[in-house]
């Protein structure tokens, strides 16, 4: 069997070959070509050391060289080669103590985590497959190279990864690794938080975010996300749900584009619900005040998964407003677009996957109602009207030209002649705006 691979990285396997050594593409990039996924990146695994990759390549960087990686530059990419290594012992649950190079490539292939990531090939030798991963690959099975207990107590990061892998490939966990991670779920905690984050990213924004569910299921967002679990124990009962608030949630992940910014938002939306449920005499359940809430633990939530201010910002303006408690009409819009800028789009996006996510009688109450409102933004948008304050027909200097001092007061006034603009865009005029500051300032 053969598989495609790019010049570079055959040039890479030859010359190592020339000189003695193994050489084989390995993991990820073995079996994405055998699924006929794009790779992300190609990596080498060789029986070279490092020092001696180095000697026969022109350009190279030390990568990681303590873990025997060395990066070779070619035509402007990077291709790592590591050199065949055996995992030491595992202290933290997560960084090897020590890390030992070995001859032996089926050596390597075990300390791997997946069988489908343990194969590795080359064009002289065709796939290299130990451990049954092309059987796997076949069924759509993930299963951990040798005994899932060792595996995950080695490194729990491989937790997260099993069913990550599993949501981006659309493969289901095979039983005897899926109890181990039932078991050892716990030991999530001895991981980074930004590792953590950067699994649940990759998980959210693979084809299957659905499968969310599959780490509440095995007590994975116990551990990285408990509001989940609460979430998923709130039943919603009114007109416009049938579902509890978690699988909403789920739900509204399928129904929104591949995004971080977008799909974090749909986590995250609603689970301010739990702590704002109230409930009427006759048992329907409302939820007063649940978008701030939701927002507040959005960005409580983010910051300790060590997410970027340019998401966490993101996120938690969307959650604000996903509900969009604006009038349904050109000066609500105004409004809405103001209070989101250039997120506004998104929060389209956002209202509209949170509807599909709700009963059919809401679907049918808030989608026309969507529709409008995109029909409104796209007539503000031709008009050119103005919705930010660098629109606005003044600005500062006007205003101390005409006589009025700098300050906090007339950063207040250009708001409210903002306000007043949004309600009525053909008062953004210079003349109009100039006479209305400073009426307010002699009404001081
Ligand atoms: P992707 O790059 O799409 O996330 P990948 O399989 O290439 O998928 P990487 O994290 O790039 O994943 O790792 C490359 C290879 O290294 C894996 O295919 C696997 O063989 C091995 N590997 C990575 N992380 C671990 C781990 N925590 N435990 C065991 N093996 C691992
Ligand atoms: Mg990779």
Not at 40 to 66: M, N
Not at 191 to 198: N, V
Not at 415 to 431: G, I, S, T
Request: hydrophobic fraction near 35%; include cysteine.
């Amino acid at each position: 069997m053969t598989i495609n691979i790019p010049s570079h990285v055959e040039m890479i396997i030859d010359r190592l070959g020339s000189a003695g050594f193994e050489a084989y593409a390995v993991g990820g990039c073995v079996r994405d070509s055998l699924l006929g996924r794009k790779p992300e990146d190609w990596d080498i695994t060789t029986s070279a050391r490092p020092h001696q990759v180095k000697a026969l390549f022109g350009r190279t960087v030390d990568t990681g060289i303590r873990h025997g990686t060395v990066t070779v530059l070619m035509g402007g990419c990077g291709y790592e080669v590591t050199t065949y290594r055996v995992d030491g012992e595992y202290e933290d649950g997560r960084h090897p103590k020590d890390v030992a190079f070995t001859a032996s490539l089926e050596e390597d292939l075990k300390r791997r985590d997946f069988t489908i990531n343990a194969m590795a090939y080359s064009p002289g030798d065709g796939i290299i497959d130990k451990f049954h991963g092309m059987e796997d690959l076949k069924a759509g099975i993930i299963r951990c190279v040798g005994n899932a207990g060792e595996r995950f107590t080695e490194d729990a990061l491989r937790i997260l990864r099993a069913v990550r892998f599993s949501a981006q490939l659309g493969f289901s966990i095979e039983d005897e690794t899926q109890e181990a991670i039932r078991r050892m779920a716990g030991r999530l905690q001895l991981i980074s938080r930004e590792r953590i984050q950067a699994e649940l990213d990759k998980l959210l924004c693979s084809s299957h975010p659905e499968y969310f569910r599959k780490a509440y299921e095995l007590g994975i967002t116990k551990v990285v996300l408990p509001e989940f679990d609460a979430a998923m124990k709130t039943p919603q009962r009114n007109r416009y749900h049938q579902l509890s608030v978690g699988e909403h949630t789920l739900k509204t992940l399928g129904q929104i584009r591949a995004d971080r910014v977008l799909r974090w938002t749909m986590l995250l939306h609603d689970l301010g619900k739990t702590e704002t449920m109230s409930e009427d005499p006759d048992g329907t359940i409302h939820f007063y005040g649940h978008a701030k809430k939701s927002a507040e633990m959005a960005r409580r939530i983010m910051k300790g998964l060590k997410f970027d201010n340019a998401a966490l910002d993101a996120v938690t303006l969307l959650v604000t407003y996903h509900d969009f408690p604006f009038e349904i009409s050109p000066k609500g819009v105004r409004k809405a677009m103001n209070r989101t800028g250039e997120l506004f789009p998104a929060l389209l996006e956002v209202c509209t996957a949170d509807s599909m996510g709700k009963s059919s009688y809401a679907q049918e109450t808030y989608l026309p109602k969507l529709e409008l409102v995109k029909k409104y933004y796209e007539e503000i948008k031709a008009a050119g009207d103005c919705v930010a304050l660098k629109d606005l027909a003044i600005r500062g200097a006007d205003l101390i030209a005409a006589g009025m001092k700098p300050g906090k007061e007339m950063g207040r006034c250009l708001e409210e002649c903002l306000e007043l603009v949004l309600e009525a865009p053909e008062k953004n005029e210079r003349e109009y705006l100039l006479e209305f500051c400073l009426k307010k300032q002699d009404e001081k």
